[in-house]
């Protein structure tokens, strides 16, 4: 099934996706927009326009930690708090 999947003999069934992602121990968002992708382009395209990007797990925990600490005010990316986001990684 794998080989079929990587040669596009067949697509990756949308419903499939998070117990693949598991067992590939891969991100299932990113397998997700793959498999959308081989799926139907155009509405990937539209998802894609729409959310922006994939994000992972750890970086949706991030997300919702951002939006606890702003009460959910959906704050603008200051340069000062760029700053202080880029010193938590030293840089």
Do not use: Y
């Not at 959308?36 to 155009?42: H, I, K, S």
């Not at 990937?44 to 925990?61: C, G, K, L, P």
């Amino acid at each position: 099934m794998f080989s079929m999947i990587k040669t596009g003999a067949t697509r990756l069934p949308l419903d499939r996706v998070p117990a693949l992602a598991k067992s590939l121990e891969c991100d299932p968002a990113r397998l997700f927009i793959l498999a959308l992708e081989q799926q139907d382009n155009a509405l990937a395209v539209v998802v894609r326009d729409i959310f922006r990007i994939a994000v992972s797990a750890n970086e949706a925990t991030w997300i919702e930690e951002l939006r606890d600490a702003s009460d959910h005010s959906d704050p603008t990316l200051t340069t000062k708090a760029r700053r202080a986001i880029r010193a938590l990684f030293g840089k």
